[in-house]
């Protein structure tokens, strides 16, 4: 049967939180009222990254993509668009009133911007269907490796193509898995690390929920490459969409003898298990996640032995990350010719970041390594709310650091980021303003790590919480002469002594800052001032007498009474009894009331 | 999966149900499928289109519908649209004419000139 109309609903997390399930009930109902459920057929789909303007659906053959549907619209989408053939144009995204709805999207930065190569089929695909994946190429790459090439012709492919870990670190990937191929074993494995424990990064996610093929076609390749026969995919438990898809993917795999013995009639066979993580931060660091994986208590332990001598149960074992796998289909399909025209010299290819804070586009944006930072926030993220000024931005999550504004221009790659203090990380990018404090920023962060070290070793353990007390006594207005210079020995001394990179990189988010911001640290303990105005212990709410018109809003919507004053006349804040909410500064209509 | 031939085979059955989906360099037939349109047998008209194109396994054609082009009297009416910019305007049709549609024009490229809006208006 063939449809005459395609309804693709974006089933991502996002989209699932905002209603998307009900919104597939109710067109399954208008379309069986209006009989014309054997003409439409509905297709769940990967996040599309625009969550923020989610749920999205995209109906074809007219490509006409609606944005915030609600599920109250889906009538009007039925009757209109898919029974009388009218685009509602109230729903488009982009331009509403472009004359061809092809048009409408045509300067939407968001989309026209961006390089899908990870992503390519998010949004695309309907990633519950192996038809669907193999209909755009999906295991064909397989197909060429297995059939075509010998593994270490795989292998000088990916090392050629110049990808590298988008998991952290940004090993060179052929090269990890060259280690792997030499060893000799019986027994080698192959992991994938989906554990992606950077608050704010979901890159990974929604492509094992918009597809998952992509990544179990690639680990049967890397299996093919170093000689292993079992690989294991390690994924946090609390990314329950992305199990179920996964899950379903591999036992299709398997059903069409993609994973399994003799793979295509050759002599290699690949099997696939799921392990689920607890989600804690640590067992995304390798030797953690595979000692999880052995069902043991997550921690790491030092290296040498590298994974890819010694690694699950002592085997060799390859680890990467569920983005770099994503990567590894096209690249053998397309050639690694092709994959090193996109980007800078040293950094190949794509990278796909999750864009958040301070943003009106938050989403999951692919952009060819090398696009500056401008680009991204103003061109593809639609710059920043109420036109405030752009002050930082923060990659690498709790292990890396900020690039302040006066770096803005810079090109986005491994080596440029390390080069500012902050790094790649996984890909969590954080915008922030210039009502953002940069010590409150750096506190949380460290916050995070103190919560996440697992406790083996004292430089991470017992040096990230001497500093975290630093800084809350900074924040809080208590800062004491010499507390800088003691925050730099802690941070020094935790790098070089803490066993693993959760340690080693904790103290980045405040040498970072310092780097750039030191002043306001200064401000924070010489002078007791938050410049951001955002840490409450130092922010003082004074009325403008001249200014006040005394109305008594202020005083009537204050939730602790601390405003007092007659009618007519200026008002005060009782600043023992002020609990800093600011309640007062957005309700007064005169602009009366000061924050210092 | 046995052999590549049989991976092959399975993307080109896939290829075919999704190839709605690809918007690029593509020749548009559009149907008026308003109350005038549907009234003179609009819907058989379209299902022809897609019946015949999916028989002879044509996959850069599209078929989709609109509402009332204005000329009700001459319904039902279908637009193709080419690649090109190139349109041509057909009316009263029924199914067999949709038919000949797929064969001569998008198949031969050669427009069908007796039902076209300007034979029916001569
Ligand atoms: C504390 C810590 C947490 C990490 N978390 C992740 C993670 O969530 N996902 C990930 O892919 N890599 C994570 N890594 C990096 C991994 O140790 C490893 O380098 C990576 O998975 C290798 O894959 P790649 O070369 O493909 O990037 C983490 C590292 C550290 C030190
Ligand atoms: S979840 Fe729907 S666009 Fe991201």
Known sequence: MVYRSHVLICNGTGCTASKAPEIMTRLEKELAAKGIEKEVKIVKTGCFGLCEKGPILVIYPEGATYCHVRPDDVEE???????????????????????????????????????????????????????????????AALAKALT??????????????????????????????????????????????????????????????????????????????????????????????????????????????????????????FDLEIRLGAGAFVCGEETALMTSIEGKRGEPRTRPPFPAVKGLWEKPTILNNVETYANIPVILLKGADWFRSIGTEKSKGTKVFAVGGKINNTGLVEIPMGMTLREVIYDIGGGIPKGKKFKAAQTGGPSGGCIPASHIDVPIDYDNLIELGSMMGSGGLIVMDEDTCMVDIAKFFLEFTVDESCGKCPPCRIGTKRMHEILDRITSGKGEEGDIEKLEILAESIKQGALCGLGQTAPNPVLSTLRYFRDEYEAHVKEKRCPAGVCKAMLKYTIIPDKCKGCSLCSRKCPVNAISGEVKKPYVIDQSKCIKCGVCMDTCKFAAIEKK | MKSVEELKAIREKALKEMSIRDNEDKTRIIVGMATCGIAAGAKSVMSAFIDELEKRNIRNVSVSMTGCIGICRLEPVAEVLEANGEKTTYVKLDAEKARRIVAEHIVNQKPVTEFTVGAAER
């Open chain 1, 77 to 139: 989408i039925v009757n209109e668009h898919l029974v009388k053939g009218r685009i509602v144009k109230r729903l488009l995204l982009g331009d509403k009133d472009a004359e061809d709805v092809a048009k409408s999207l045509e300067n939407v930065g968001f989309f026209n911007r961006q390089v899908r190569v990870a992503l390519r089929n998010c949004g695309v695909i309907n990633p519950e269907s192996i038809e669907e994946y193999i209909a755009r190429d999906g295991y």
């Open chain 1, 148 to 269: 075509e090439m010998t593994p270490s012709q795989v292998i000088d492919e990916i090392k050629k193509s110049g990808l590298r870990g988008r998991g952290g670190g940004g090993f060179p990937t052929g090269l990890k898995w060259q280690f792997a191929a030499q060893e000799v074993n019986d027994i080698k494995y192959v992991c994938c690390n989906a554990d992606e424990g950077d608050p704010g990064a979901f890159m990974d996610r929604s492509i094992l929920e918009g597809d998952p093929h992509s990544v179990i076609e690639a680990m049967a390749i890397a299996g093919y490459a170093i000689g292993s026969n079992q690989g294991y995919i390690y994924v946090r438990a609390e990314y329950p969409i992305a199990v179920q898809r996964l899950n379903i993917a591999i036992s299709q795999a398997k059903e069409y003898g993609l994973l399994g013995n003799n793979i295509f009639g050759t002599d290699f066979s």
